[in-house]
Structures are given as structure tokens and as C-alpha cells.
């Protein structure tokens, strides 16, 4: 009988427990419920970009002054710097299907042209979703130095000629700076990796660092690093080396 009272007992001491009131500190909720703000609107979970879309954190307009700025002719563009918060998986080859990879990292700065992408806002800050193919140039560090940028796939950094440059048999090429084109001849500095093909390899790039080389006019976009006056150029777009 003693035995069966107990169990008595604590069956009864169970069902009271389980009705009594919950307390507030029972209760589990969760300390953010939303963890960003897009555009002024509440989002839960982090934003993924999808694709071939970067997430860039855009430099304000002081912190660019001091480093590289993309240049349009003389005037100075600004929101064309960032830091990259989060990358896309990158965007399949049209032909093979095969994964053509984003060479990017979170953490990275790029710069990338005045037009490019689209600006959104995420917790009261700026930030833009550009392509990979919209970056011009990556760099480490908080400035733009020529040790810390690198161009991508088939871009090149070309150091702009000022002056006409004459070749070794005393040809005169001249560098274009009119008012209808601009300067289009300069030295290799950088030199990308080469575009993908559909079948994963990268394709040569037929220049190297040190070669002087003629590009098309208009073509490039036009970077100042350490206050020198670069380019950066796709590799269809340079017509000759010398």
C-alpha cells in the first residue's frame, strides 16, 4: 500500500505541474525575429545573392577620395568602390553547362564602372548587386596600391602613356588625347588569368608584363592608383604590342 500511495502522489504532483501557469521565464522567444533591413523593410536570414550577383558594401565618398577612383575623362565618379559581403554561386557556361566560378571573396575590394549593378539599402547602409564580369579590378587592404589590385580573366592594367611613344624603328604612336577620343597606348602592369572556356580552360592571354601595347579608342575604363593614371582593357579590345 505504501508503494502505490507514492505513485499516487507523484502522478498528482506531475498533472499540477503541468498545469500550472507559465511564467515569462519560460517562455523562449526569440532575441531577433528579423535579422536585416532591405530597403526599409524587415527580412529574415541573411541575403544570398544568386547566380553571377555580388553583394558589395559601397565605400563612402571621403574613404574613395583617398584611394583609386574611377575616372570618367577628367571628372572624378563615385560610388565605384566597395568591399564584397557576399557572393553568388556563380553562373553556368551557355554551351557545356559547366559552373564558371565567381573569382571574388567575401572581404575583397573591387571597383567596378559608374553603371553597373543596382543600389540597394541594407541596415541604413549602401550596398550594390553587380555582376562578377562588372568588377575592373580587386584589391586587399583599405587602399588602392599597384601590389594590392589584380585584374580578372581577361582584363589588363595598362599604365597610360602621356606623351606620343616612339617604337624601337622609330614609329610614332600617338596616345589619341583629343577631345573626340582618349589615350590609348600604355605599358602591361597586370595581366588576369584569362577568359573560361566551355570546357573549364582558361584561354591564353597573348601579352605580358612589361609589353607596350595599342588599344582601341574608347575602350577601357580609366583608374587613378597612387596618383597614376591607369587603364583597365580586355584583351579583344588591344589591337597590338610593341
Request: hydrophobic share 40%.
Given at each position: 500500500?505504501?508503494?502505490?500511495?507514492?505513485?499516487?502522489?507523484?502522478?498528482?504532483f506531475s498533472t499540477a505541474e503541468a498545469f500550472a501557469p507559465t511564467t515569462r521565464a519560460d517562455l523562449q522567444v526569440p532575441t531577433k525575429l528579423?535579422?536585416?533591413?532591405?530597403?526599409?523593410?524587415?527580412?529574415?536570414?541573411?541575403?544570398?545573392?544568386?547566380?553571377?550577383?555580388?553583394?558589395?558594401?559601397?565605400?563612402?565618398?571621403?574613404?574613395?577620395?583617398?584611394?583609386?577612383?574611377?575616372?570618367?575623362?577628367?571628372?572624378?565618379?563615385?560610388?565605384?568602390?566597395?568591399?564584397?559581403?557576399?557572393?553568388?554561386?556563380?553562373?553556368?557556361?551557355?554551351?557545356?553547362?559547366?559552373?564558371?566560378?565567381?573569382?571574388?571573396?567575401?572581404?575583397?575590394?573591387?571597383?567596378?564602372?559608374?553603371?553597373?549593378?543596382?543600389?540597394?539599402?541594407?541596415?541604413?547602409?549602401?550596398?550594390?548587386?553587380?555582376?562578377?564580369?562588372?568588377?575592373?579590378?580587386?584589391?586587399?587592404?583599405?587602399?588602392?596600391?599597384?601590389?594590392?589590385?589584380?585584374?580578372?580573366?581577361?582584363?589588363?592594367?595598362?599604365?597610360?602613356?602621356?606623351?606620343?611613344?616612339?617604337?624601337?624603328?622609330?614609329?610614332?604612336?600617338?596616345?589619341?588625347?583629343?577631345?573626340?577620343?582618349?589615350?590609348?597606348?600604355?605599358?602591361?602592369?597586370?595581366?588576369?588569368?584569362?577568359?573560361?572556356?566551355?570546357?573549364?580552360?582558361?584561354?591564353?592571354?597573348?601579352?605580358?608584363?612589361?609589353?607596350?601595347?595599342?588599344?582601341?579608342?574608347?575602350?577601357?575604363?580609366?583608374?587613378?592608383?597612387?596618383?597614376?593614371?591607369?587603364?583597365?582593357?580586355?584583351?579583344?579590345?588591344?589591337?597590338?604590342?610593341?
Amino acid at each position: 500500500m505504501k508503494v502505490k500511495s507514492t505513485l499516487v502522489t507523484l502522478a498528482l504532483f506531475s498533472t499540477a505541474e503541468a498545469f500550472a501557469p507559465t511564467t515569462r521565464a519560460d517562455l523562449q522567444v526569440p532575441t531577433k525575429l528579423y535579422q536585416n533591413v532591405l530597403d526599409g523593410r524587415k527580412i529574415g536570414g541573411e541575403i544570398k545573392p544568386i547566380n553571377d550577383f555580388i553583394l558589395v558594401k559601397i565605400v563612402g565618398e571621403k574613404e574613395a577620395s583617398d584611394g583609386g577612383i574611377l575616372l570618367a575623362g577628367s571628372a572624378k565618379v563615385e560610388k565605384t568602390r566597395g568591399t564584397v559581403v557576399a557572393v553568388g554561386p556563380g553562373k553556368t557556361h551557355p554551351e557545356t553547362g559547366r559552373l564558371v566560378e565567381i573569382p571574388v571573396q567575401p572581404g575583397e575590394g573591387v571597383m567596378y564602372g559608374q553603371y553597373d549593378g543596382t543600389e540597394i539599402e541594407v541596415n541604413d547602409k549602401p550596398h550594390m548587386l553587380i555582376r562578377d564580369d562588372n568588377i575592373l579590378i580587386k584589391y586587399s587592404g583599405e587602399k588602392l596600391t599597384l601590389d594590392s589590385v589584380d585584374v580578372l580573366r581577361d582584363r589588363v592594367l595598362v599604365q597610360i602613356d602621356d606623351d606620343e611613344q616612339a617604337t624601337a624603328g622609330g614609329v610614332i604612336l600617338a596616345t589619341s588625347k583629343t577631345q573626340e577620343s582618349r589615350a590609348s597606348t600604355g605599358t602591361i602592369m597586370k595581366v588576369g588569368g584569362g577568359a573560361m572556356a566551355g570546357d573549364g580552360t582558361l584561354l591564353p592571354m597573348r601579352i605580358s608584363v612589361g609589353d607596350k601595347v595599342k588599344f582601341m579608342d574608347f575602350a577601357g575604363n580609366e583608374v587613378e592608383i597612387e596618383g597614376e593614371e591607369y587603364s583597365v582593357v580586355r584583351m579583344g579590345e588591344i589591337v597590338a604590342k610593341f
